[in-house]
């Protein structure tokens, strides 16, 4: 069975911190991987990784992925009350027909920035 | 752009009552999807369309059913609701050249006593 692993599954920080989150995948028919942020509604999309060591940055986030080991991490620097939130991952697989972009999601890891 | 639009926001039914999640987003997207999110995990994917006409289960299809009859819109629909139904559903679309890219509508909290 396919399965995304996220972790922590909740973390408290103070602002100015460093945070690292962690996401493990077994999937078949592996595509991509994917980063999301949950506020208060709706994910919104943050990165997608497709090839090991390759770090993909935006500001104060970045994210690396590990083909060879299963995993991703991403990695938020001087963090801010604005980035309390849940942070998902999904891994893209070819799995339900073969049609792109089906996503396996994991819980999340929630992320709270205390002043 | 409106982007991605649910209806509704929230709604309350009783066993065995049906109903209809309305979803349409006007960015002209190719793929749409529909997820379901239960408290404390992640998303979990019911169905899912390529295109108007064409759709497809995904992990959790049972109790549930979809059309798409045009691009713009996606409507899923419960059939006999059990409180197992009870969860947050999103519905998604994307593009054919980036479909991991998601874009969610804000969510419909369904509670099915």
């Known amino acids: 069975e396919d399965k995304v692993v996220q972790s922590p599954l909740s973390l408290v920080v103070h602002e100015g911190d460093t945070v690292t989150l962690n996401c493990s995948y077994e999937v078949t028919n592996f595509r991509s991987l994917l980063w999301y942020k949950q506020e208060k509604k709706a994910p919104t999309f943050l990165f997608m990784l497709t090839s090991s060591g390759i770090e993909k940055k935006s500001g104060r986030l970045s994210s690396i992925l590990d083909k060879k080991e299963l995993f991703s991490i991403l990695n938020i620097t001087a963090t801010q009350t604005g980035d309390s939130a849940i942070y998902l991952c999904a891994v893209e697989t070819l799995n339900y027909g073969g049609s792109q972009g089906n996503l396996i999601f994991g819980k999340g890891t929630k992320l709270s920035v205390k002043p | 752009n409106a982007g991605v639009t649910q209806t509704p926001k929230f709604r309350i039914l009783k066993i065995g009552q049906s109903m209809t999640l309305q979803c349409a987003q006007d960015m002209n997207h190719n793929y749409m999807y529909w997820y379901r999110q239960d408290p404390g995990m992640g998303l979990k994917l019911i169905y899912y369309?390529?295109?108007?006409?064409?759709?497809d289960k995904g992990e959790v299809p049972n109790g549930y059913n979809v059309s798409r009859s045009t691009t713009e819109d996606f409507p899923l629909r419960l059939e006999l609701a059990a409180p197992s139904q009870t969860s947050v559903y999103f519905c998604?679309?994307?593009?054919?050249?980036?479909?991991?890219?998601?874009?969610f509508g804000p969510g419909t909290r369904l509670t099915v006593t």
């Open positions: 369309s390529v295109g108007a006409g064409i759709t």
């Open positions: 998604a679309s994307g593009m054919i050249a980036r479909p991991y890219e998601q874009y």
